[in-house]
């Protein structure tokens, strides 16, 4: 295979792990990296190679694709000793599926760019049920002929994918979506609180929202975990907490007051304090039921969202 049909994959968390698979089931050579060797043992076992560290993998693969929680760890995965760099030939692109600021990627593709790699930035959006089924939205930032040299890559793992500009306008829009998200969600929990406290069904009240001018994405989808009582929604209120912290550093740089999302992250630094970093973010609804004294359940709704 060419260089561009091979690819390291670095990060093979609930996102890292699915859209990896997702590369290795549609023909791509793919050779892995995480620091959990049960996560490179799920991928080496669906026909993926393993690597000794992220250095070793881009090596080998010429080009490399990082799904990591946090702008530290991209930075040390990118720059840091045995990192994509250091194995990276010039010529070669770095792909960064990971969520983060707009200064935040701008700096790692600096750092990329004097060693002589590209950088296509690209987030995703819709959950990691959507990720594994291959139906998961890239929102991509970078040049466009680089965009189209991967693409083939991109649409294998992703059913839809948003070329929003340079570098850096990705991260813009991933952070107003997941600003969007955790709004959404707090109101959903709100919603569903009225309903039961009006001696509504659940279940029919949520069926009822999902055909009204109220519904929304995370209703449809992160209400069906709340109801069930699992909350596995497969992302922290660490994670929550990262991403509206960008909204809001974004919103102070520009000038845009943001009284919703200012709130809601009030009300995530709550749940984190209750509940734990390590919590699943559709937790935060826990609030509202711990405050009411009730819960909000439903027979019928799944543990885990599947397609």
Known sequence: MSDRQSYAFIG???LGGNLAASLV???FAVTVFD????AVERLVALGATAASSPAEAAARAGNAISCLPSPKV???????ADGLLEGLPAGGTWIEMSTNGRDEILRLAALASARGVETLECPVTGGVHLAAAGKITALVG????LYERHRPAIEAMCAKSFLMGPVGSAAVIKVITNMLAFIHLVAAGEALMLAKQGGLDLAQSYHAISASSGNSFVHETESQLILNGSYDIGFTMDLALKDLGFALAMGEQSGVPLELASRVNAIFEQGKANYGGGAWSTQIVKLLEDAVGTDLRAPGFPARLEL
């Not at 620091?35 to 049960?38: F, H, Q, V």
């Not at 991209?74 to 840091?80: C, F, I, N």
């Not at 970078?142 to 002929?145: I, L």
């Open 25 to 27: 089931r549609n023909g």
């Open 74 to 80: 991209s930075e040390a995965v990118l720059a840091g």
């Open 35 to 38: 620091s959990d060797p049960a």
């Open 12 to 14: 093979l968390g609930h």
């Open 142 to 145: 970078g040049d466009a002929a």
